[in-house]
C-alpha cells in the first residue's frame, strides 16, 4: 500500500510540497523512460537515432523547475493570495521548453507532451494538499485534482494560449495536426479568437479531435484516469512489479485510442493497425503471460522495424507519464 513506510500525520510546508510534486514528476518521466518493454518507445536499450539517452535524461531534470514554480502558484490560489488566472500555466510551459533545451545539444524537444500534460495536474495536486494541511503523505481525490486542474485551464487567459503557441511553434513541425484544412496549424486558434478574450480549455477544444493530449485536457484526464490509472492500480497490485505496471499500462492505452502521434506521422491506416495489434496483447494477458509478452516483442520489433524511421507512440508515452506521476504522487513507490 502506498505511504507504507515512514508515514505519518505531521503538518508539511509549502516547500515540502513543492519538492515532493516536482520530485515525483522528474521520477515519473524517468521511470517511464527505464522501461524497457515500451513496444517502440525510447529506452536506454532502445535509444533514438538523433534523440540519445542523456537527452532523454536531461529534458527529464528539467522538469523539476516548471513543476516547482507551478506547485507554488497552485498553493497561493488555494490560500486565498493568487486568481486562478495568475497561475501562468502558459508562461511556464513556454519558458520551460525554453530552457529544457539549454540542457543538451540535440535540436528537439523530449519533454513537450509530458509537460503540457504534468502541467494542470502540478496545479490542481498543489492546490489540493494545500486543503489537506500541507501533508504530503495523504491520498488524494484524484477526481478533484482533475477537477480543480481544468478550472485553471477554463480560467487562464488569452496570453496563456499565445506562450502555448509559441512553444508549439518552436517545438513541433507545423504538420502534426492534421485537418481537413491546409492552413490549420498551432496559429489558427489565435487567429479567429484575436479580437476576443479566451483561455487554455478553449484552446485545447479546439485541437482535440486532433491531438490525444488536447483530448485529454479537453475532457479532465478522462482516459488518463479511466483508463490508464486503473489499469496501473490493477497492475501494480497483482505483482507489485512498478516497471511491470508502467508496460501494461502503456500497452493498454495504445489499445485504448488510436496514438495521434503515429497518426501523424505514418498515417490513420497504421496508427489503427498498431491500436488492433496492442488489443490481441492485453487480450493475451500482456506482461503477465507468456503469449502476452511474445506478442509485445512482436508489436515491438514491427514498430521499430516495418517503416524507414522507427514508429514512436510518442502521445501514448505522455499519458503513461502522466499516470506515472498520480501513481507517485500517490504514494506508489518502485
Not at 523539476?64 to 488555494?78: E, H, Q
Request: proline share 2%; charged share 20%; aromatic share 12%.
Amino acid at each position: 500500500m502506498p505511504f507504507s513506510k515512514f508515514s505519518n500525520d505531521v503538518k508539511g510546508k509549502v516547500l515540502d510540497v513543492q519538492l515532493y510534486i516536482s520530485q515525483c514528476a522528474v521520477l515519473a518521466h524517468n521511470l517511464l523512460y527505464a522501461t524497457d518493454t515500451k513496444p517502440g518507445g525510447a529506452s536506454f536499450r532502445n535509444e533514438f537515432v538523433d534523440t540519445k539517452t542523456e537527452h532523454f535524461l536531461a529534458g527529464g531534470s528539467s522538469l523539476f523547475t516548471p513543476v516547482f514554480g507551478l506547485s507554488k502558484r497552485g498553493i497561493l490560489v488555494a490560500e486565498n493570495h493568487l486568481w486562478y488566472e495568475d497561475a501562468e500555466i502558459g508562461f511556464f510551459i513556454e519558458r520551460a521548453l525554453e530552457r529544457s533545451l539549454t540542457w543538451y545539444t540535440d535540436s528537439g524537444n523530449t519533454i513537450l507532451g509530458t509537460l503540457i500534460m504534468f502541467a494542470p495536474i502540478t496545479l490542481g495536486a498543489a492546490h489540493s494538499f494545500a486543503h489537506e494541511g500541507m501533508k504530503t503523505n495523504t491520498r488524494l481525490n484524484l477526481d478533484n485534482v482533475v477537477y480543480i486542474a481544468d478550472q485553471f485551464l477554463k480560467n487562464s487567459t488569452t496570453e496563456d494560449c499565445i506562450y502555448l503557441t509559441q512553444a508549439l511553434n518552436k517545438s513541433v513541425s507545423d504538420n502534426l495536426l492534421p485537418s481537413d484544412k491546409e492552413e490549420d496549424d498551432f496559429t489558427s486558434f489565435l487567429e479567429i479568437h484575436k479580437h476576443e478574450r479566451t483561455n487554455l480549455h478553449e484552446y485545447t477544444n479546439f485541437y482535440k479531435n486532433r491531438d490525444l493530449i488536447f483530448h485529454e485536457l479537453a475532457h479532465k484526464y478522462q482516459i488518463t484516469l479511466k483508463c490508464g490509472y486503473t489499469t496501473f492500480l490493477r497492475a501494480y497490485e497483482e505483482n507489485q512489479n512498478f516497471i511491470n505496471a508502467i508496460t501494461q499500462t502503456y500497452i493498454t492505452l495504445l489499445s485504448e485510442k488510436k496514438d495521434t502521434h503515429i497518426a501523424k506521422r505514418f498515417g490513420n491506416e497504421i496508427a489503427s493497425h498498431v491500436n488492433k495489434t496492442a488489443k490481441k496483447v492485453v487480450q493475451a494477458g500482456g506482461v503477465f503471460t507468456e503469449d502476452g509478452l511474445t506478442k509485445i516483442k512482436e508489436l515491438d520489433k514491427y514498430l521499430r522495424t516495418s517503416q524507414e524511421t522507427q514508429i514512436n507512440p510518442g502521445t501514448t508515452a505522455d499519458i503513461t507519464a502522466t499516470t506515472t506521476f498520480l501513481a507517485l504522487l500517490q504514494g506508489y513507490r518502485p
